[in-house]
Every structure is written in C-alpha cells, then in structure tokens.
C-alpha cells in the first residue's frame, strides 16, 4: 500500500474510530438515564415540549455555527417528545437541514476566499494545512460529514480553498449516513 494512501486510511479511521466512541459512550448514558432512572416526574417539571418550528431553526443555526448542539439531542427530543411514527421524519428533516447548512458554511467559505479574511487566515492558519485539504479533500468531507468533527467549519474551510462545488455536494451526502445510523441507535436504545 502506498504511503500516501495509509496515511488516508488512518486518517479515516482514527477519526471514524473517535466518533464511534464519542457515540457509543452518548447511547450508553442515554440508556442509562432513561432506563434506570425515575424521570417521569422531572418530565412534568421541565418542558421538553418545544414548538417544532423553534427547534428546527435552533438546529438550523447550531449546525451553521460549528454545530454548538450535538444532533443527537435533537434526535433524543424527537423521539421523546413527538409521536413515535414521525421519528423518521424528524431524522429525515435534521439530515436535509445539516446538509444544507454544510452548503451555506461552503458558500460562505467560498465567499471568503476572495476577502482579505482568507489572506490574514491562509498566512497563519489555513495555510499549512491547505496542501493536505487539496489532496485529501473528499476524505476531510466524509470524515467530517460522519464524525462529531465539527462538518460546518469543514464545509467552510473546503470552500475557502475552493474545492468544486459538485465534488463538495456529493461527498457531503455522507452526511445523510451518520443520521441514519445514529437515528437507528437511538431509536434502539429508546425505551418504548
């Protein structure tokens, strides 16, 4: 195996390895908490019960800006706040919304690149890493796309070097994948 294509593989996998333990540990505490503990009268204590159009924009916005909230929250929230038939939907419409929230951080990374912004980050930050983005940059996507690493300040960054938009859409669609998966854990981990 070529060098340069063990140091992709471990690239991938030391961080498809992180998010799997970021994820894992997140499942086991969401068992945890809902399968040992009493939260019934909690739940009548605290509203969970959030409008639906606040908390898509909320999540709109936290994945716009570095994905401040984990999605798995919203996911958690769905599941147990809204009538079970319509988790699906609910995953569905979280996918599409981080997706198109990774377009929006491309295009501003886009817009960037022709600023005096990019020129003051390329010489102190992005610069040194600006060679591996270009010749890792499908794999930077996927990896981002899947893994808790932060997908919008990814998105942002590949736009700003100016990755092609086609190239950049049809990677990022790996984005859908992590929201099946972790839909599908959580949806197991729920106690019905």
Aim: net charge positive.
């Amino acid at each position: 195996m070529l060098k340069r294509n063990r140091v992709r593989l471990y690239f991938f996998l030391k961080n498809f390895l992180r998010g799997i333990l970021f994820f894992v540990i997140a499942i086991i505490f969401y068992k945890i908490t809902f399968s040992y503990l009493d939260l019934s009268s909690l739940k009548d204590q605290i509203l969970f019960d959030f409008p639906t159009t606040f908390v898509l924009i909320l999540f709109f916005m936290s994945e716009v800006v570095l994905g401040i909230i984990p999605p798995e929250l919203f996911m958690i929230w769905a599941i147990t706040s809204r009538p079970l038939e319509s988790y699906l939907f609910y995953v569905l419409a979280f996918s599409f919304i981080s997706y198109t929230a990774g377009f929006v951080a491309y295009l501003f990374g886009k817009y960037l690149h022709k600023s005096i912004v990019y020129e003051f980050m390329r010489k102190n930050i992005i610069g040194k890493y600006e060679k591996k983005i270009n010749s890792y940059g499908w794999l930077v996507i996927v990896v981002a796309a899947i893994t808790p690493l932060p997908f919008s300040a990814t998105c942002a960054v590949i736009g700003a070097i100016g990755f092609e938009r086609n190239k950049y859409l049809f990677y990022s669609l790996a984005r859908f994948v992590r929201y099946a998966i972790y839909g599908f854990f959580i949806w197991l981990a729920h106690p019905f």
